[in-house]
C-alpha cells in the first residue's frame, strides 16, 4: 500500500466518527437523547438502603409511592418485615426503643 491509500483510509475514518459525533450531539439536541427520556419520566419505585446481614441475608428498604416496605432477601425466601408510610421507619425505630411513660425507674437492687 502506498502512503496515499494510508491517508484516504485515516480521512475517511475521521469523516465516518465526525458524523457519528454530529448525528448523536443532533439526537440530544433536539430531544432524542437518554438523559432527557429519564428525566422526564417519575419512578415509583427505588431501593432506599440495603444492609447484608450474613453471607445469605439481608435486609433491603424499597420506597414504593408514598409507602416504606423492609423486605428480609434470604436463600429460603423472602420476607415483608414492616410496611410504613415513608419516613416513619425512623421514628418508630426510636419510639420502640423509648421506655413505657408509666414504667418505674430501675434502681439496681434485685428485689
Request: net charge positive; hydrophobic share 50%.
Amino acid at each position: 500500500m502506498d502512503l496515499d491509500q494510508y491517508i484516504k483510509f485515516i480521512m475517511a475514518l475521521l469523516f465516518v466518527v465526525a458524523l457519528i459525533v454530529a448525528v448523536a450531539w443532533l439526537m440530544r439536541r433536539i430531544g432524542l437523547g437518554s438523559a432527557s427520556v429519564r428525566a422526564s419520566r417519575h419512578r415509583r419505585l427505588g431501593v432506599v438502603e440495603v444492609l447484608a446481614l450474613d453471607a445469605k441475608r439481608r435486609l433491603v428498604l424499597v420506597r414504593r409511592d408514598d409507602r416504606e416496605h423492609l423486605i428480609l432477601l434470604s436463600a429460603t425466601g423472602d420476607l415483608v418485615v414492616d410496611t410504613t408510610p415513608s419516613g416513619d421507619f425512623r421514628s418508630a425505630l426510636t419510639a420502640t426503643a423509648a421506655p413505657a411513660p408509666n414504667a418505674p425507674a430501675p434502681t439496681g437492687i434485685a428485689p
